[in-house]
């Protein structure tokens, strides 16, 4: 059943759910923060319409500063314009940043601790044509082991407006991914977002179901299918990968006994591991994790490659079936 | 503070030497060419150029130094004392447990520093975007970025290279330490950079090439570049890497490791390294007598 407190979609179950890429909704954030303080500048890799950060360049035009294929530059340079009080908001395919200039991110960022927002929109399978090359499945593992750095991974694109004008605030070196794809709006306006906590959508005893990106929808989906055969599962909104949600996570396995992790990344190193870290040291329970299973993308259509990589309702059903097996063994 | 004359700088730059010397013996471990390569450089910036307030760091106003080849950091930090940034009795701290002086510069634990540093080819990244920050704010103060000749491998740098040139930032002085040798050897043996000179005019840079050891042409070059105004400006200085140690000298084999440490062949034995070189920098390579004798 749903939790009220979350004010999902009400549209949530219908086919006609309004389908908006995430990006749109950092592109309306960064204009509305920038706004606000005039120390936000906009540096680009290339991408500046299709990182949607077109939006800021127009109305900001002297505060935008287009970098060329150069992505080591980008958050280098952005960590000297932190040094001096800007607040840089860095955008690139998260493939590139912060997949190529890692390095530079690590020393000149987190442990040089600046408040640079590494902004990588296309991450995930569901980039979709363009195939393996472009498609980021590993950018959550990376910068989640970074000291200093926060991550978050918004569900829709109404969560990617407010975690941007979030981490305008924070003062500190934060990520943010992004998709490329039209993905469902799960949350609306007046759903609650705050970095680091992470939101439970339905009421649920009997397995938790933790999910990031647009398959915290696709999480939804499945207890919904789940509650017609009578398990309750405790679907959470897991936006904030670092820091984690210790307190949310850990009540959830308290009160279900069982967890399945959904993430549109490798199973290594991302959401999932994240949570098992917790999990097995703190209140050790069952844990499957539904991910990508140590493979590079392909070309196709966003919606294909999820049916293919498994990231999808039946995928998540099993792993929860298998999950209260293990609790009763 | 007041302005030195040449000969107080160069008294200030053995001392510095003698520093370093005794940072990497107490160290056990460390880079020897480059800091002592470097000295006259750090002091004519510290003692003639930067507009900088040492019981001040936080100076909003402050001009910004950037060392982007952070391995060469003891002659930073023994020049940084000597200015009054911190104790001299510190610099024996050099790369213990617990120490502000981190084997590499880090920010946060040391007031001074701009930027923390040490993985070659991004050093010069941050002072451009300091520098176009800088000019965003119509700020007065300028910012200075020293790089090591090694780090032009990098595809980092060339990345800045365009893009401060893109932008004209001619608030920005960056001074390169050509001193011909990197880890592996001399750096024509490992990538060919020449002709530098030409390559960096080519990129649509102002050049400027100066004896590193020659505090009037190292401050009139930092001088020079503040009236380039179409421009960014590189100096190219020619230094002795281990400069003021006749056995250290224009040997890449001093690059990455400090006196005491290890025999090599043709080299004076590991216990006699240090006194040998701290003799030598006090006599100004036996042309005078020192005053410990």
Redesign the interface.
């Given at each position: 059943m749903l939790d009220k407190s979350a004010h999902l979609n009400p549209k949530l179950y219908e086919p006609n759910i309004e389908q908006v890429p995430s990006r749109d909704g950092f592109g309306e954030g960064l204009v509305l923060a920038a706004e606000e303080n005039d120390q936000i500048?906009g540096l680009c890799a290339d991408l500046t319409e299709s990182t949607r950060m077109q939006a800021f360049k127009d109305k900001f035009p002297?505060?935008f500063?287009e970098?060329?294929v150069?992505e080591?530059?980008l958050v280098?340079?952005?960590?000297?314009?932190?040094?001096?009080?800007?607040i840089?908001f860095v955008t690139s395919y998260a493939m590139f940043s912060p997949g190529r200039n890692w390095?530079?991110i690590r020393?000149?960022i987190c442990?040089?601790?600046q408040p640079v927002k590494i902004i990588g929109s296309h991450a995930g399978i569901s980039v979709g044509p363009d195939g393996a090359t472009h498609q980021a499945l590993e950018d959550i593992a990376i910068t989640r082991v970074l000291p200093n750095m926060v991550v978050i991974v918004p569900s829709d694109t109404i969560e990617a407006k407010k975690a941007t004008v979030s981490i305008a605030k924070n003062g500190k070196p934060s990520y943010l991914r992004l998709s490329r794809a039209e993905v469902p709006v799960v949350t609306t306006p007046e759903s609650p977002f705050e970095v680091g906590v992470a939101n439970v959508l339905t009421e649920g005893q009997d397995v938790a179901i933790v999910a990031c990106g647009q398959m915290v929808y696709v999480s939804l989906l499945a207890a919904r299918e789940l509650e017609e055969h009578g398990i309750k599962a405790r679907v959470i909104n897991c936006h904030t990968i670092k820091p984690l949600d210790k307190k949310t996570i850990l009540q959830a396995v308290e009160d279900c006994g069982a967890i399945v992790t959904v993430e549109e990344h490798q199973i290594a190193g991302g959401l999932g591991s994240a949570v098992a870290e917790v999990v097995s040291q703190e209140f050790p329970v069952p844990i499957q994790m539904v991910g990508i299973s140590d493979h590079f993308g392909e070309s196709g259509e966003p919606q294909e490659l999820l049916e293919k990589f498994g990231l999808n309702k039946e995928a998540i059903i099993r792993a929860v079936t298998k999950a209260i097996r293990l609790k009763r063994v | 503070m007041s302005a030195l004359d040449v000969h107080q700088l160069e008294e200030i730059a053995v001392k510095i030497r003698e520093d370093i010397i005794q940072m990497l013996v107490t160290a056990g471990s460390g880079h020897s060419a480059g800091p002592l390569g470097m000295a006259d450089v750090f002091v004519a910036l510290y003692f003639n150029i930067l507009n900088i307030d040492p019981k001040n760091p936080t100076d909003p106003n402050r001009d910004r130094l950037v060392l982007s080849n952070g391995h060469i950091c003891p002659v930073l930090y023994a020049t940084m004392a000597h200015a009054g940034f911190f104790p001299k009795e510190e610099l024996k701290t050099l790369r213990k447990l617990g120490s502000r002086l981190q084997g590499h510069p880090h920010r946060e634990t040391l007031p001074g520093l701009e930027t923390t540093s040490g993985p070659l080819g991004s050093g010069l990244s941050q002072a451009g975007g300091m520098a176009l920050a800088g000019k965003m704010n119509q700020a007065k103060w300028r910012v200075y970025c020293l790089m090591s000749d090694g780090e032009q491998d990098a595809g980092n740098t060339w990345e800045a290279v365009m893009w401060i040139a893109k932008f004209k930032l001619h608030n920005l002085t960056v001074l390169i330490d050509r001193n011909n040798i990197q880890i592996d050897g001399f750096t024509e043996d490992v990538m060919p950079l020449e002709p530098l000179k030409e390559k960096y005019e080519a990129f649509g840079w102002h050049v400027l090439e100066v004896d590193g050891h020659n505090f009037e042409q190292i401050i009139d070059a930092f001088n020079q570049a503040k009236a380039i105004f179409e421009k960014p400006t590189v100096i190219i200085a020619h230094t002795i890497p281990g400069k003021g140690v006749d056995f250290m000298e224009n040997d890449f084999k001093w690059h990455g490791v400090p006196p005491g440490v290890s025999n090599m062949p043709g080299e004076p034995p590991k216990e006699e390294q240090a006194k040998i070189a701290l003799k030598e920098l006090r006599t100004l390579q036996g042309k005078i007598r020192s005053e410990h004798e």
């Open positions: 500048v002297d505060r500063v970098m060329g150069a080591q530059n280098t340079v952005a960590s000297g314009m932190a040094s001096v009080g800007k840089p390095e530079q020393t000149t442990y040089n601790n | -």
